[in-house]
């Protein structure tokens, strides 16, 4: 090969790399500047974070005052480092944004290694536009950056299994590195997960595999060494159970009998058309060919996809806590799944031809729909939501907002696009099932998609979300009251965080509440107008409410024992 032809030939993994970065970048950074924090994971998070860096105590998170041990520090502190670098409170949600991005390109490196160049592409395409993808890399949420660490170790420990690198050693250590950093951002999950998958993978390819050695020693030094040394200083700082808490008690705390978000093991199962849309239901029959192969001919990829995919699902279903985030880490092996159905399909024509295109069919015309929704929500939504929510204000108020001639606009843009992409996959599909511009039209679809959330949705909604404004406006006389507190809850960490108030007292019952007003310094309490209205007859005269305002799903009322009363 001339030298010309290697050069050449050595751009094609970087052109990919940067469609891939383009494609995560349109999907993650618009709605950076559409919408606030959102209640509740997104205030709290980053209040975590300005407590962090206002305290100097990077070994013990705090919220509201009080140690936070429901998880380790990771994310916190590279939220912090943006933080400090003049990103504020956007912090928290690029961190997920870049983990996202970071994730699209390791499953296109492992699509190429597997698969091939096409097949990288196809992969993490299909990853990027999952429904469920485009919602985790928005959020100011660690499931992005927990997927990125499992599925840098799965993709390490499969090349090194494989012996598909010359470098085995090193990528058993990295996996080690990558489940270290995982522990330190959601607890053992990070090593659980891909250390099942990686043993389910070897245990049924046991002669096609290399187990290791030596490496694996080193590796778990390594993964004790990191992880040992926070887990020391939390001890030490913070205590024996709240170092006990955050690594060990709130993982196994969710997989078995969990005190929050406890579903039945069908609760993923039922949500699952559309948290995998616009690809699921093409990932029936990928799975079912993948398996197949796998079977039929020993296709280690296929096996791969399979257990990432599948294994993963029946894993997080079989966990007594279950939240549609959860589910980030086996979204790749979604990517690897329909990535290598669709290059297969191109390469050898589809295995059930008058399925695929039934599902081609359906898929698109479930866009068509789509599409028909995004518009209507615009302009029919104001009287849809008079008539469905009389008695919600809020709702009613929003769905005004998205009638605004800007985004009349914007959702005729977004009906015209994915009709027309409808129109072209559907042909596709049925005339030239074997063409790669059919899922090149899904990919298409998950982008218009994504963008519709965040530049009319978000916008729109907005207000009834976060409470921003509310906190903002009170955030003066929080300030300058002697003692603030809230009833029953912190609501989030919202008003500490707007307001820079490191603690806010929580206090309990009617009792406390008017205690707290009797006392001579200046008070104000946080509290629901639905408690105030019910425990007004019991609190002190001079007991006057200063402001009111909806919060996310309450309306909260500020009361004190001084200042002007607010107008009902």
């Known amino acids: ?20 970065v ?3 970048a349109a999907i993650t950074l618009p709605g950076l500047f559409t919408r606030d924090l959102w209640v509740p994971d997104e205030p709290r ?31 916190f502190w590279l939220s912090g480092l943006l933080w400090r670098a003049g990103l504020g409170l956007s912090a928290g949600r690029l961190v997920a944004a870049g983990a996202s991005v970071a994730t699209l390109l390791l499953v296109y490196g492992l699509g190429r290694r597997l698969l091939g160049a096409p097949g990288g592409l196809l992969a993490a395409g299909a990853t990027a536009t999952l429904f469920l993808f485009v919602a985790v890399s928005k959020v100011t949420r660690m499931d992005s950056l ?15 299994l494989t012996r598909n690198t010359s470098r085995t050693r090193l990528c058993w250590l990295a996996f080690y590195l990558a489940a270290a950093l995982g522990i330190l951002t959601k607890g053992p999950i990070a090593i659980i997960l891909p250390g ?34 926070w887990f020391a200083l939390a001890w030490t700082h913070g205590g024996r159970d709240y170092a006990l808490t955050v690594l060990v008690r709130q993982t196994s705390g969710r997989l078995v009998d969990s005190y929050s978000h406890a579903y039945p093991p069908y609760y993923y199962l039922v949500r699952a058309p559309l948290l995998f849309a616009p690809w699921f239901l093409f990932l029936i029959p990928a799975t079912a060919q993948a398996v197949l192969d796998w079977r039929r001919k020993g296709d280690m990829a296929a096996a791969l996809a399979v257990l990432w995919f599948g294994g993963m699902f029946l894993l997080f279903s079989a966990a007594s806590g279950k939240g549609r985030l959860y589910l980030a880490p086996l979204l790749p092996g979604a990517g690897l799944l329909a990535g290598r159905y669709f290059l297969l399909a191109a390469r050898s024509g589809q295995p059930w031809p008058r399925l695929h295109k039934w599902l081609s069919a359906a898929t698109f015309a479930l866009v068509g729909v789509l599409a028909a929704a995004a518009l209507g929500l615009v302009t029919l939504g104001p009287d849809l939501a008079k008539r469905a929510y009389a008695h919600e204000p809020v709702v009613q108020q929003q769905s005004a907002a998205m009638a ?34 059919m899922p090149a039209a899904l990919v298409g679809v998950g982008l218009v998609a994504s963008l519709y959330v965040d530049l009319v949705v978000c916008p729109s909604w907005n207000g009834a979300k976060p409470g921003r ?15 603030v507190c809230t009833l029953e809850q912190n609501y989030y960490g919202v008003f500490n965080l707007y307001a820079g108030l490191d603690s806010i007292p929580v206090l309990r019952g009617a009792e406390q509440l008017a205690e707290a007003l009797k006392s001579p310094e200046h008070v104000v309490v946080i509290m629901k107008e639905k408690q105030y209205q019910q425990m007004q007859p019991r609190l002190p ?7 009111r305002e909806r919060l996310a799903y309450w309306r909260v009322v500020l009361v004190s024992n001084r200042g002007e009363a607010a107008a009902p």
Not at 147 to 152: L, P, Q, S, T, Y
Not at 203 to 227: F, P, T, Y
Not at 471 to 477: E, K, T
Request: aromatic share 6%.
């Open 1 to 20: 090969m001339s030298n010309g032809d290697g050069m050449v030939h050595g751009l094609r993994p970087l052109r990919g790399a940067l469609c891939i």
């Open 22 to 24: 383009a494609l995560g």
């Open 45 to 75: 998070s980053m209040e975590i974070v300005r407590e962090m860096l206002t305290r100097g105590d990077f070994v013990v998170l705090r919220l509201d005052g009080e140690a936070y041990s429901e998880k380790p520090p990771l994310y």
């Open 146 to 160: 927990l997927a990125f660490f499992i599925a840098a170790a799965l993709a390490a420990g499969t090349l090194a």
């Open 196 to 229: 099942l998958i990686l043993l389910a993978f070897a245990a049924l390819n046991w002669r096609r595999v290399s187990l290791g050695g030596w490496e694996h020693l080193a590796g778990a030094a390594l993964l004790a060494a990191i992880v040992g040394a």
């Open 404 to 437: 605004s001639g800007r985004n009349i606009a914007l959702a005729a843009a977004t009906f015209v696009a994915l009709l027309a992409l409808a129109a072209a996959g559907a042909w596709l599909g049925m005339r030239r099932p074997r063409s790669l511009a």
């Open 469 to 483: 404004d509310f906190a903002l406006q009170v955030a003066p006389i929080l300030r300058q009251a002697q003692r």
């Open 541 to 547: 005269a001079d007991a006057r409410v200063l402001a």
